[in-house]
């Protein structure tokens, strides 16, 4: 007696396209396969530069560029996400959208070494994807009370000259006022007054950069840069020139500029 299966029955009356996703399964009979839905296009999202250097406060770019299969994506909205180094939060920047090129680029000045990364979050025809993430670094400088020095070292020779804040001539308030707006500090064109500005520190605490307020006659009369080991930079008198010299005295104060 022949036993009919409603199921097999089914599955040869089915079109000949359609058996091509029949399989056998372990009891001999067939089952239908899932057939996949169509696989939507990949796309690469490249940002650079990956890695690069800037002084603080200046402009650093960079240009996303997004394609699929070798073609450029227009007309793509682009998100942009950054964290400062050291942080664990990504914030988001900026939105934009590729150009003709399938490219879209994003600027913003440095205030501190930062992360960026961009993201394309995908539509219907072509699937999503992120950029590598890159990094800008701000490039480690000495300390401020050194580069006040190594900028006075460069008048070493500048005559003096009553009442001149440089950048050829010096009095003694002009070169240390000239010295240090040179590193973004506003100080008074007069030694008195310039001590009044400061931070005051006891002798034992001086550091390199330190300003040097020489005292005679109960008064300042005279300012310097210190450079360390017991000696400034100044300009000292009518006649003279810039120039590194030991300290004289022992009656002076000390005063920080930074």
Known sequence: MSVRHSGLRRAFLRPATALLGLTLTASGLFAVAATPASAVPATNLGLTPLRSSMAKGHVQGWV???SSNHTRLTNRQIVFYVRAAGAKTWTKSQVKKTNKNGQIGISFPIQHS?????????EKAYGASKSGEALVTMPSQAPIG???VSEAAKH????????????SRFDCSGFTRYV???????????SAQQYNSVKHVAKSAI??????????????HHVGIYAGNNKMWHS???GDVVKLA???TGSYYVGRVA
């Not at 500048?158 to 009442?163: D, E, L, M």
């Open 180 to 190: 240090w707006s040179r590193l973004g500090k506003t100080l008074p064109h007069n």
């Open 146 to 148: 050194q580069r006040a």
């Open 114 to 122: 930062t992360w960026i990364y961009a993201r394309y979050l995908g």
């Open 236 to 238: 000292p008198k009518s």
């Open 64 to 66: 996303a560029t997004l």
């Open 207 to 220: 550091k390199v950069g330190d300003l040097v307020f020489i005292v005679s006659g109960g008064g300042i």
């Open 246 to 248: 030991p300290i004289w």
């Open 156 to 167: 070493k020779g500048a005559p003096y000259q009553y009442g001149a804040a440089g950048p």
